[in-house]
C-alpha cells in the first residue's frame, strides 16, 4: 500500500523543478489508475514533466510503478531464449512480419505484442488482420503454446498489462503531452518489460516520418530506454534508424504484407531486407545465440517456414490471395532525373488518408489502401513514368491524399547522399 499523497502537492513539486519522490510517484500512478487522481490533474502533471522532464531515478520509478500497475508475463518455462523488437513507429515499417519468424527459425523465440496504427504511422496488427482468417487475440496459455511450438508469436497485448499506460497514453495523445522523452520511454519500456522477453532490440527512428526528428533526441530517447531495460535486467540495445523516406515500397497493410511475403522469399527491397537482418543479429546476439546467421535462414527458407506456420497457428490461411483496392490513381514523375527525396511524413499521411489508417480509435481501417512506389531515392525516373499508385476502395479519398503528396519528392540531376539504413547502435 503506498503512502497517502495530495495530487496538487505533486504537480506543484514538479511544476516548481523539484524531484518526485518514490513514494509519490508510486501513489500517483495507483492513485491514477484507480480513478483517485482526476485526468485534468494527470494532464496537468504530465505538461510539467513534458515542460521540467524527469532524472534517471524518477523515470525507472514511474516505469516500475506503471509495471506494477497490471499483470507481468513469465517467459522462463520455455525451452528457449526470448527476444523482443520494439519500433518507435514509422512509414512503410513491415519489419516485424518477416523479423519475427527469421528470428525463430535461428532458435530463439519472439514473443511479439503489437499495436494498431493512430495517425500517420501504420500498426503490425491492422497489417496481418489482412491475411483472410487472421486473429490478432490470443489468451495467455495460446501464446505460451505457439511460443514453444512455432517459436514465434504477433498478437494484441492484454488490457491487462501496464494499464495505467493504456489510460495515460490516451490522455497524453489528447492533452499535447505525447512528445515528452520520460513519458515515451517509461510507457513503451514499461509494457515491453511487463511483456517478460528476455532480450530486447530498440528500433529508434529518426527522420520525419518518425516522433523523433533529430538524431540528437533520437539517440536520448535510446539511451533512457536502454537504461531501463537494463536496470530491469532486460539484454537492451537500440539501433537508430533512418525514417527520412518510406521503408520499401509499400505503405498499407495488404500492400506491407505482400512485400513482407516477398522478403521472406528472398527478394525484396534491399532496405528491408537489410533492416530486418541488422535486428535479428541484435535480438539472436542480446539472446546469447551466436553461431547462427539470419540472411542465411532468410535466403533457405527457414524463415518463410515459419512465417506459414506462425500465420496458420492464429487461424489465417498463408496461401489466400490478399485483398486489393478497388480503385488505383498513379501519379507519374513530371520530369526526367536522379529521385533525390521521398519524404516519408507525407507518405505515410497519403496511405492514412487513403483508408489504411483510422482518425479515431474505433475506425476500421481498409485492407487494400496504401501507397505503392515506384522508385526509391537515388533511382533513376523517365517523365511520365509511375513514381507512385494509390490505392483505395472509396476514391472521393484520392484529391487529399494526392494534396498531402503536394512537394513530397524532387527529382534533380545528381545522385544524393542517403544516411545509412542503420545510423548509430546504443547499448
Ligand atoms: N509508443 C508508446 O507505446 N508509447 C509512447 O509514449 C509513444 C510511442
Redesign the pocket.
Known amino acids: 500500500m503506498s503512502e497517502q499523497h495530495d495530487a496538487v502537492d505533486v504537480i506543484r513539486a514538479k511544476r516548481d523543478h523539484q524531484p518526485l519522490s518514490d513514494s509519490q510517484i508510486d501513489w500517483v500512478i495507483d492513485a491514477y489508475t484507480r480513478g483517485a487522481v482526476a485526468d485534468e490533474q494527470m494532464s496537468a502533471l504530465a505538461m510539467a514533466i513534458l515542460l521540467n522532464g524527469m532524472s534517471r531515478e524518477e523515470i525507472s520509478r514511474w516505469t516500475a510503478a506503471m509495471i506494477a500497475s497490471g499483470e507481468r508475463l513469465d517467459f522462463s518455462s520455455l525451452s528457449r531464449p526470448t527476444a523482443d523488437k ?1 519500433s ?2 514509422g512509414v512503410g515499417d513491415k519489419i516485424t512480419l518477416p523479423l519475427a519468424p527469421l528470428v525463430a527459425a535461428c532458435g530463439v523465440a519472439v514473443p511479439q505484442l503489437s ?1 494498431r496504427g493512430l495517425g500517420h504511422t501504420g500498426g503490425t496488427l491492422d497489417k496481418l488482420e489482412s491475411i483472410p482468417g487472421w486473429q490478432a487475440s490470443l489468451a495467455n496459455d495460446a501464446m505460451m503454446r505457439q511460443l514453444e511450438d512455432v517459436g514465434a508469436v504477433i498478437c494484441a497485448a492484454g488490457s491487462g498489462l501496464a494499464p495505467a ?1 493504456k489510460k495515460l ?1 490516451a490522455l ?1 495523445d489528447v492533452t499535447g503531452t ?1 512528445e515528452a522523452i520520460p ?6 519500456m514499461s ?1 515491453k518489460i511487463a511483456e517478460g522477453t528476455g532480450a530486447l532490440v530498440l528500433d529508434v527512428k529518426v527522420g520525419s516520418g518518425a ?1 523523433m526528428k533529430t538524431v540528437d533526441d533520437a539517440r536520448e530517447l535510446a539511451r533512457t530506454m536502454v537504461d531501463l531495460g537494463t536496470d530491469a535486467g532486460v539484454t537492451t540495445v537500440a539501433l537508430l534508424t533512418d525514417m527520412t523516406t518510406p521503408l520499401g515500397l509499400t505503405a498499407g497493410n495488404a500492400l506491407e504484407v505482400r512485400e513482407s511475403v516477398e522478403v521472406l522469399a528472398g527478394g525484396g527491397p534491399a532496405d528491408v531486407v537489410e533492416l530486418t537482418v541488422a535486428l535479428a543479429r541484435e535480438m539472436l546476439s542480446a539472446a546469447g545465440v551466436s553461431d547462427v546467421d539470419p540472411a542465411d535462414a532468410l535466403a533457405d527458407g527457414r524463415a518463410m517456414d515459419v512465417w506459414r506456420r506462425m500465420v496458420a497457428a492464429q487461424g489465417g490461411d498463408p496461401d489466400a490471395e490478399l485483398p486489393t483496392s478497388t480503385e488505383q490513381h498513379v501519379i507519374n514523375a513530371p520530369a526526367s532525373g536522379v529521385l533525390r527525396s521521398l519524404d516519408a511524413y507525407a507518405v505515410g499521411v497519403a496511405a492514412w488518408r487513403l483508408g489504411a489508417g483510422r482518425a479515431r480509435k474505433e475506425d476500421p481501417v481498409q485492407a487494400g489502401a496504401g501507397v505503392e512506389m515506384h522508385a526509391k531515392p537515388g533511382d533513376s525516373v523517365t517523365a511520365g513514368q509511375p513514381l507512385l499508385t494509390l490505392h483505395t476502395d472509396t476514391p472521393e479519398r484520392f484529391d487529399r491524399a494526392v494534396a498531402s503528396l503536394e512537394g513530397a519528392w524532387t527529382i534533380g540531376e545528381d545522385r544524393p547522399e542517403r544516411p545509412d539504413v542503420v545510423m548509430e547502435r546504443i547499448a
Request: charged share 20%; net charge positive.
Open positions: 520494439h518507435t513507429g499495436g499506460d497514453y497524453r505525447v513519458l515515451i520511454a517509461s510507457s513503451i509494457k516522433f
